[in-house]
């Protein structure tokens, strides 16, 4: 019995180590974001380099790449030893992107997990929006409007910028953020729980993408891609879905960009920016119907908890106490409320 509580008073200790380490990792994220931010400004905007062009499209782009996910992405490596836990043996980073037996019907979710995703961003559009009246009723709305007022992708100004900027939504982001969150963390937290894995590092995902209005959303869709994660025990799927899911919203930033490039006056841009509005609509109602209709059959599916001796609670208590991921949350809020603690303490 005494062997027994030890080694459970150690797991538990171990678990705690994991928190704390993501806790970092987070930290170490929202760090090289302010630095992003400085770099582009001070680097590159302000020195009016090829101002507007391919060139300064591009050094904006490569300076997030490397800020956004390459040194967080590292030092997460760093601290799971992930360099060596992916290379020994040397064909588990091959069977992480392993093709699943069913590919075609696991890519047969997206409907239901889009429909999910735009579910709740409808959802949270709705209470964002009900909340600005009420503080604008209340003479708050300027601030608030400031607090939501971010722009998450640079519009950009020519058609090569355009490519550059679909590009890095389509493929950069998801196979960075796949491996990252379903990937990294995913699996540093596995041993306790899959399900806290699913939950937890979805959490992670969602607040990857630094807007209040987005975190609802992407936190949904991270928790549909964790258990298609935990399902095929495979990266190659979820980022499949991933790039899916970018390329619808990819494709309609990239006319909304032609549109900006040829000031409007293309009839032809115009119109085909139309039909695929009204096509991500449609999308969005099969989506929503579908995910409804797969509601009843998640029940059927459930996830095997390989340390039940620890309930949920704790597991979660023990996360979000941990101060590392208490020092992320505030600067989770500070990049998601755009910066307002750090506007307040500068001035």
Request: overall charge positive; proline content about 3%; hydrophobic content about 55%.
């Amino acid at each position: 019995m005494e062997n027994a509580v030890s080694e459970s008073e150690l797991k538990i200790e171990a678990y705690r180590a994991v928190c704390a380490k993501l806790g970092i990792v987070m930290c170490v994220y929202y760090i090289c974001r302010i630095l992003a931010g400085f770099v582009i400004f001070y680097f590159i905007d302000e020195t009016g380099i090829a101002q507007g062009s391919v060139v300064q499209y591009t050094l904006r782009s490569a300076a997030m790449v490397l800020f956004v996910y390459v040194l967080p992405m590292a030092a997460s490596a760093m601290l799971f030893d992930s360099f060596r836990y992916y290379r020994h043996p040397p064909e588990k980073l091959r069977q992480l992107y392993k093709k699943p037996k069913r590919l075609a019907q696991n890519l047969g979710n997206f409907p239901a997990m889009y429909g999910l995703g735009q579910s709740v961003n409808l959802l949270t559009m709705l209470a964002f929006f009900l909340i600005m009246q009420v503080f604008s009723r209340m003479g708050g709305g300027v601030e608030l409007e400031r607090f939501f007022d971010q722009v998450a992708v640079e519009t950009p100004q020519n058609l090569i910028s355009a490519l550059i900027m679909v590009f890095m939504i389509v493929f950069i982001a998801p196979i960075a953020e796949e491996f990252w969150a379903r990937g990294i963390m995913y699996d540093a937290l596995k041993p306790y729980g899959c399900g806290m894995a699913i939950l937890i590092s979805s959490i992670l995902f969602g607040l990857l993408h630094g807007r209040f209005e987005m975190l609802p959303y992407t936190t949904a869709l991270g928790l549909a891609l964790g258990y298609i994660r935990y399902a095929t025990d495979s990266l190659l799927v979820v980022t499949l879905l991933h790039m899916i899911f970018n390329a619808i919203a990819a494709g309609m930033l990239f006319l909304l960009s032609l549109v900006e490039i040829t000031g409007g006056e293309n009839s032809l841009i115009d119109t085909l920016s139309n039909i695929y509005l009204l096509a991500m609509l449609v999308m969005v109602v099969i989506g929503i119907a579908a995910f409804i209709k797969k509601i009843p059959k998640l029940k059927r599916y459930r996830i095997t908890n390989n340390w039940d001796e620890v309930s949920a609670m704790k597991k979660l208590s023990l996360f979000f106490f941990s101060i590392p991921v208490i020092l992320m949350l505030v600067l989770a809020f500070d990049t998601h409320a755009n910066h307002l603690l750090l506007w307040n303490l500068l001035t």
